[in-house]
């Protein structure tokens, strides 16, 4: 296991790779797990598929689909910019005209911001993940918006006038983030599928658990920082063309929940 740390969120059954999901409403969270140094939420995920709603049916306002529904995904990517797999993923992504919306941890925005550059002249979204991906959940607002702000001013000053339309809570811990992001003009992004690649188990497991797990208009969850994420640049290189032939479309995810 690495010691980076990880944007992993949601758990699911180690047995027989069963799924469940796990309901989050108002009020609830999901502590972080310390497991040998990396931050995750439910370390055993790595042998099944999480799905889990992050609010976007339940009245918090967090978008965990996509703009346009019927047969088609979101593909999401935490924790970057990463020097090693960022840029091989975008290869793949350009290689198959897919969009993605990237969640990009300040303190490595500031040590990368020529991928940031990158990411944007590929024409995909930028979404605000904090500085330094602590758990929001007993901050308070004001501690909130001067992280979101300062996250905001990294990714500008990479990419002046960039557009920031997304934020999304390290852990899934929202606390009272969602509405501080609202009120500096950032859609709360959730998502309905992660794939747990925080923990690397595979190529071939994480195109199966893609394969299984996804559901029409889902936004999916995956990462290109937090460690090494060649089995998910891999596993995007395999999946897009597999669900291209069983008729799914790649979107965008919605403005609005």
């Known amino acids: 296991m ?5 944007s992993a969120h949601t758990s699911a059954s180690a047995a027989g790779g069963r799924r469940f999901r796990l309901r989050r409403g108002p009020g609830r969270r999901v502590t972080p797990l310390l497991t040998a140094g990396l931050l995750c939420l439910g370390a ?3 042998t099944g598929v999480a799905q889990a709603d992050q609010g976007g049916r339940t009245g918090t306002g967090i978008v965990d689909s996509t703009r346009h529904g019927g047969r088609t995904l979101a593909l999401t990517f935490d924790d970057g910019p990463n020097p090693t797999e960022t840029p091989q993923l975008l290869k793949v992504l350009r290689r198959h005209h897919v969009k993605a919306v990237f969640c990009l941890w300040g303190d490595h925005v500031r040590e990368h911001p020529e991928l940031v550059r990158a990411i944007v002249a590929g024409g995909h979204t930028l979404c605000n993940h904090t500085m330094r991906h602590e758990d929001l959940a007993t901050w308070t607002p004001e501690l909130i918006r001067a992280d979101l702000e300062r996250t905001n001013a990294e990714i500008r000053r990479a ?3 960039g557009r920031i339309p997304y934020f999304r809570a390290p852990y899934g811990s929202w606390g009272g983030s969602p509405d501080v992001a609202r009120s500096l003009g950032m859609q709360p ?3 309905r599928l ?10 071939d497991e994480l195109v199966r658990r893609i ?3 996804i559901t029409p208009g889902a936004v999916v969850l995956m990462h290109d920082g937090g460690g090494d994420r060649s089995q998910t640049v891999a596993a995007v290189d395999r ?11 790649f979107d965008r995810p919605a403005r609005r929940a």
């Open 2 to 6: 690495t010691t980076a740390r990880s």
């Open 189 to 191: 992004l959730g998502w």
């Open 159 to 161: 990419v002046p006038g």
């Open 239 to 249: 999946i897009v063309p597999e669900l291209r032939s069983q008729g799914w479309r």
């Open 211 to 213: 394969n299984e797990g």
């Open 194 to 203: 992660a794939i747990g690649d925080w923990e690397p188990p595979g190529t």
């Open 44 to 46: 055993s995920a790595a």
